[in-house]
Structure formats: structure tokens, C-alpha cells
């Protein structure tokens, strides 16, 4: 899998004459313009890869129905929007993702 490493120059004190220290961010920055596509990708990438057997519904929401973090979707009824809820949380759990 690609990784991303952010690496952030900081100087001493703010004394431009000093060597600079390194400093790593070894996660995604929120905000970054790779962002949307990072969070499509991992949401895909636990769509398809989990370790539960989810149901196809769930898999096609989270595969068709996110922008980046949000979840957009329509149903025929309540109970098939709480049933289709919680599958999905079940399957984004799966994969490290707390859906809220």
C-alpha cells in the first residue's frame, strides 16, 4: 500500500541560523487536497477486504454513498434505514472507522 510521510522542518528558538530539527507526521492531515480521495480509498478498501461477511447492501452504501466522511442515502423505510445503519457501523468497525 502507498504510504504518505509529512516531514516538517521547525528551526530552534525560530533562529533561521540554527540547523533545523525534522519532525514527522506519520499520519493524514485533515484538510490535505489528498484527503477525499484517501478517505474513498480506505472506505473501499474496508468495503472490500473485511474480515465480517457484510451484507451486499451495506457494502454497496459504503462503496456508492459516501463523500469523504458523510454518507448520503435513501431508503423505502425506517426500518430498513436502521437495519442498513447498523450494518454499516458494523462493517466500517471492521475496518477501524468509529461511524457516528
Known sequence: MIGILYV?????????????????????????????TCASFALRRVADGTAIDPSQEAVY????????????????SEDIAIKLTDEVKLLLTSGGFTLT
Open 8 to 36: 516538517f522542518l521547525w528551526w530552534p528558538d525560530n533562529s533561521m541560523s540554527r540547523f533545523p530539527g525534522d519532525f514527522e507526521m506519520p499520519v493524514h492531515l485533515f484538510g490535505a487536497k489528498s484527503s477525499p
Open 61 to 76: 452504501a459504503v462503496k456508492t454513498s459516501f463523500y469523504v466522511h458523510d454518507c448520503v442515502k435513501s431508503v423505502d
